[in-house]
Structure formats: structure tokens, C-alpha cells
């Protein structure tokens, strides 16, 4: 039964990010950004890899200079995933990217004219791809932030007119961004702006600092409004390793309700009762277990007073006791076993379980 407090998902219109589609009923994507120079096509391809290997959806370079915008067309061809062009200030780099990329992230505000505007609206009309307008509470135009300051409201004002410079042109195939550096302004300024507009929105808080900065930002803003029904492509912001960023978005889409896929994990507290260290156990049981897709949830007790209570509910679980320890699976127990062998018991049953899943799905039960 799913939970009340997850809301339906808002209806936005859908959009085309290379294969992956964004809004409507689509997934809710994930996407992170490479921080080597673009121009160093080797490198990014690499971290692009590596995001790629770690669960990422959509990836986005950053254009700084001419020269990044000219090796996009490189990267684009030795890549699979769908490929997002940050560019700030310069239009023409803008109208470069446009030529090969799936997608390109802009403040329309701070690109120009309107002339300049409409020359990277007919190169992204041309080729059918998609604008994000990313507005970030710390790089507001200036009539915004004198009138409102680096605000909600002057982050939902600044999206509207830059929606609305880009719908002047007949473009609409678009994606909005309003991210700020705290929990409180991110939050509230994508709910002020989400019944205003029909466009996907792209979840995150920026600048949201190293990793468990960011995990708690992130989990607070970003779980929240997903579970509120915001929401349809997002990044975790974090200072530090680019897979962390796809480990931490994936698990916030899990325990929110939005994502039924792979393992959740229940575990003990620390408490006087342990019969084991879980804090090493639970490390090397994530380690060694094989990549999961269906959805099961495993409990890893380390004692037997939570083992029949508390684990009852999962798909397999484990509970350690004094050298010894159950393995139990949707409430019954399996067996008993010595702790050298009680890890690898329970991996197999975990193993066996999706299997059974999946072959209880194909037969209809």
C-alpha cells in the first residue's frame, strides 16, 4: 500500500533529453556534471564513464571558452549518454553546442539581446532539442535582485520572465531549474513556482557542500518536494567523488517512494544488545552484494530481540548473535548458522529471492 503522505506526481508537459524523456509519467531521471575541462575530451569521456557505470542518466559539461564549445562535437561521438551544454554570458557558444548536444542549460537573462536570445531559441528549435533555464539565487539579474533580493520570490519572478522570454519566440520545449544553496529557499521557491507553469522541473540545491552537507540538504529539499509530487529530473550537488552524487540521488528517489527499484536497507541502531559490529558487517554486505533491480527490502539485526520483531517484514534478513545467527526470510527462519558462513547464506538467499520475484512477476501473481 502506498504511503498517503506521497503525493501524485504535478502533470508536466513532456520533453526529449537524447533517448531519455523528462516529465509527464516519465521516470524521474538523475543527472550529475563532469568537473574536468571539456576540452580535455579524454578526461570528461572518462567521468562520463564513470557516472554512466554508477546509475546516471543525463550528464552536463561545462562551455567556458570556444574551445570547450568545439570538442563537444568529440565528446558527443565516443558517449551514450544524453549530453547537456552549460554555457553562461556567450551566446555563440551557445549556437555551437546547439549543433550536437541534447540539451542546453542557460539563464536566458544574462545571454543578451533579445536578438542573441532568439538566434539560441531557432538553433535549439532547428534541431528539436530542449533549453533547461536554470535560475540560481545567487546569480539573479539585477532588477530582481534589487527588487526582491536573492529571495523565493525573486527566484520564481526571474524564471517567469525568462519562460516567458523564450515563449515570446514560440519556443516551449523547455525544463526550469531554481536552485539555491539552503533547504528553505530551495523548497519553497520550486512549490511557489510548480501550479504557475506546465514545464518539468530539474530538482537541486547548489553549492549544497561536501558529502554529508549535501546529503542532508539534499535528502531534506529534494526528498521533500519529490514526495510532494515536485519534481522530474534531478542532481545531487556534492563536493567530492561523482558517483556519491548518483549513489545519494538514487537513494533519496528509494526512501522516498519515488523510485521502486533495488535494495532498501533496514539496520539496527547501536545499542547495548549487539552481538556483532553491523558498522563493518553492513559495509561489506553492501560491497559484496550483486547489482539488484527488483525492489526487496533487507534487514541486517544485530541481535536476536529484533530479528522475528523488527525483520519480519523484509524480503531476507539477518540477525547475528553470539557466533552464531539466523538468516530469515519474509518471516520465517531459514536456518541457523555459524558468522563465517551467515554472510554468504544470506547473499544466496537475497539472490534467490529476486529470482523468485522476477519469476513471480512474469507468471502474474
Given amino acids: 500500500m502506498e504511503s498517503q503522505a506521497l503525493k501524485p506526481r504535478y502533470k508536466t508537459k513532456q520533453i526529449a533529453v537524447g533517448g531519455?524523456?523528462?516529465?509527464?509519467?516519465?521516470?524521474?531521471?538523475?543527472?550529475?556534471?563532469?568537473?574536468?575541462?571539456?576540452?580535455?575530451?579524454?578526461?570528461?569521456?572518462?567521468?562520463?564513464?564513470?557516472?554512466?557505470?554508477?546509475?546516471?542518466?543525463?550528464?552536463?559539461?561545462?562551455?567556458?571558452?570556444?574551445?570547450?564549445?568545439?570538442?563537444?562535437?568529440?565528446?558527443?561521438?565516443?558517449?551514450?549518454?544524453?549530453?547537456?551544454?552549460?554555457?553562461?554570458?556567450r551566446?555563440?557558444?551557445?549556437?555551437?553546442?546547439?549543433?550536437?548536444?541534447?540539451?542546453?542549460?542557460?539563464?536566458?537573462?544574462?545571454?543578451?539581446?533579445?536578438?542573441?536570445?532568439?538566434?539560441?531559441?531557432?538553433?535549439?528549435?532547428?534541431?528539436?532539442?530542449?533549453?533547461?533555464?536554470?535560475?540560481?539565487?545567487?546569480?539573479?539579474?539585477?532588477?530582481?535582485?534589487?527588487?526582491?533580493?536573492?529571495?523565493?520570490?525573486?527566484?520564481?519572478?526571474?524564471?517567469?520572465?525568462?519562460?516567458?522570454?523564450?515563449?515570446d519566440f514560440g519556443f516551449t520545449n523547455l525544463k526550469v531549474s531554481l536552485k539555491a544553496s539552503d533547504v528553505e529557499r530551495t523548497m519553497s521557491a520550486y512549490r511557489t513556482l510548480r501550479p504557475l507553469v506546465e514545464y518539468p522541473f530539474h530538482l537541486g540545491v547548489t553549492e549544497a557542500g561536501d558529502l554529508e552537507s549535501s546529503m542532508i540538504k539534499s535528502s531534506m529539499a529534494l526528498g521533500g518536494l519529490l514526495m510532494e509530487g515536485i519534481g522530474d529530473?534531478?542532481?545531487?550537488?556534492?563536493?567530492?567523488?561523482?558517483?556519491?552524487?548518483?549513489?545519494?540521488?538514487?537513494?533519496?528517489?528509494?526512501?522516498?517512494?519515488?523510485?521502486?527499484?533495488?535494495?532498501?536497507?533496514?539496520?539496527?541502531?547501536t545499542c547495548g544488545r549487539l552481538q556483532a559490529d553491523l558498522v563493518p558487517i553492513l559495509k561489506e554486505l553492501k560491497a559484496r552484494m550483486p547489482k539488484i533491480k527488483t525492489p526487496m527490502q533487507v534487514s541486517v539485526m544485530g541481535c536476536a530481540v529484533n530479528a522475528l520483531g523488527e525483520a519480519k517484514h523484509a524480503d531476507v534478513a539477518i540477525a547475528f548473535g553470539s557466533g552464531d545467527g539466523l538468516v530469515i526470510k519474509r518471516g520465517e527462519i531459514v536456518g541457523k548458522y555459524k558468522q563465517d558462513e551467515l554472510i554468504e547464506v544470506f547473499i544466496k538467499e537475497v539472490v534467490q529471492t529476486e529470482q523468485d520475484l522476477i519469476q513471480a512477476a512474469k507468471a502474474g501473481k
Fill in 20 to 89: 531519455v524523456l523528462v516529465g509527464g509519467d516519465a521516470p524521474i531521471s538523475v543527472q550529475s556534471m563532469t568537473y574536468s575541462k571539456t576540452a580535455n575530451v579524454q578526461e570528461t569521456k572518462q567521468q562520463i564513464d564513470r557516472l554512466q557505470l554508477a546509475g546516471c542518466d543525463i550528464v552536463r559539461v561545462a562551455v567556458s571558452d570556444e574551445e570547450d564549445a568545439q570538442a563537444l562535437k568529440e565528446l558527443k561521438s565516443i558517449i551514450t549518454l544524453p549530453l547537456v551544454a552549460d554555457i553562461h554570458f
Fill in 91 to 167: 551566446y555563440k557558444f551557445a549556437l555551437i553546442a546547439a549543433e550536437v548536444v541534447d540539451c542546453i542549460r542557460i539563464n536566458p537573462g544574462n545571454i543578451g539581446s533579445k536578438d542573441k536570445i532568439k538566434a539560441v531559441v531557432n538553433a535549439c528549435q532547428e534541431r528539436q532539442i530542449p533549453i533547461r533555464i536554470g535560475v540560481n539565487a545567487g546569480s539573479l539579474e539585477k532588477q530582481f535582485e534589487t527588487k526582491y533580493g536573492a529571495t523565493p520570490k525573486g527566484m520564481v519572478e526571474s524564471a517567469l520572465y525568462n519562460i516567458k522570454l523564450l515563449e
Fill in 233 to 269: 529530473t534531478m542532481r545531487v550537488s556534492i563536493t567530492g567523488e561523482l558517483e556519491k552524487e548518483i549513489e545519494v540521488a538514487r537513494g533519496i528517489l528509494r526512501y522516498c517512494g519515488r523510485q521502486k527499484e533495488g535494495i532498501t536497507y533496514i539496520s539496527c541502531p
